[in-house]
C-alpha cells in the first residue's frame, strides 16, 4: 500500500534508522514524562483490543536500551491484554503528548511476568494505594513519531492550575505594585 500511494521510500528510510529499534535517552526521558499510554495487543486469532494504562509520570520505565516495563495496577478485572499476551506477544505502545502535540508508536513483543518481587517493587509508582501482582514487560522492535496535524492540543488539570496559579501570583505582585506606586502619588 506504501509503494502504491508513494510513501515506501520514506518509511524505508526510517525502518532503516538504527535508533528507531533503540531506545534513546531522548525516548527513554519523553516516555518518563507521560502519565497515560494506550497498549495493543490481539489474540492468537487476531482480535484486537486495545486497553489505557497511566499512573504517575515515570510509571513507563526504560529498563535499558530495547526494554520498556510498568507496574500492572487492578483494574476492571476482564483481563483481555493478559489473555491476549498468553497466546499473542506481538503488541504496541501508543504514547501522545497533547500539550505538545506529538505522539510515539512503538511495537514490539510484551510478556506478563509474575513473582518478580525485585522488578515490581521498582515498578510500583511512589505512594500507589493500588499494589499491582505482575509486569508487562516490552521488549522494543521499533518506534516511529507521528506528525501533530489533527492532535488536538489538551492540557492537564495539574498543567492549567499551575499556569493559573503562576498567573494569579503574577496579578497579586502588580496590584500590589500599581497600590505602592499609587500610595507615592498621594
Known amino acids: 500500500m506504501q509503494t502504491r500511494l508513494g510513501s515506501r521510500g520514506r518509511n524505508e528510510e526510517i525502518e532503516k534508522s538504527p535508533a528507531r529499534n533503540r531506545i534513546t535517552p531522548e525516548l527513554a526521558a519523553w516516555l518518563a514524562e507521560r502519565n497515560s499510554v494506550f497498549l495493543g495487543t490481539a489474540s492468537a486469532d487476531g482480535r484486537p483490543y486495545i486497553q489505557h494504562r497511566g499512573g504517575p509520570p515515570g510509571f513507563l ?3 535499558d536500551d530495547r526494554h520498556l516495563a510498568f507496574a500492572d495496577l487492578p483494574g476492571n478485572k476482564q483481563y483481555i491484554t493478559l489473555g491476549n499476551l498468553s497466546e499473542n506477544d506481538r503488541a504496541i505502545i501508543f504514547a501522545v503528548d497533547y500539550a505538545h502535540r506529538q505522539r510515539i508508536k512503538l511495537w514490539g513483543r510484551a510478556e506478563v511476568i509474575e513473582g518478580d518481587a525485585e522488578l515490581l517493587e521498582r515498578l510500583t509508582p511512589p505512594k500507589s494505594r493500588l499494589r499491582p501482582q505482575r509486569v508487562i514487560k516490552f521488549r522494543l522492535e521499533g518506534w516511529d513519531i507521528n506528525c501533530p496535524q489533527h492532535i488536538p492540543q489538551l492540557f492537564s488539570a495539574e498543567e492549567v492550575e499551575a499556569a493559573a496559579s503562576a498567573m494569579l501570583a503574577r496579578i497579586q505582585e ?9 500610595g507615592t502619588r498621594s
Open 174 to 182: 502588580l496590584e500590589e505594585e500599581v497600590a505602592g506606586l499609587k
Open 61 to 63: 520505565v526504560a529498563l
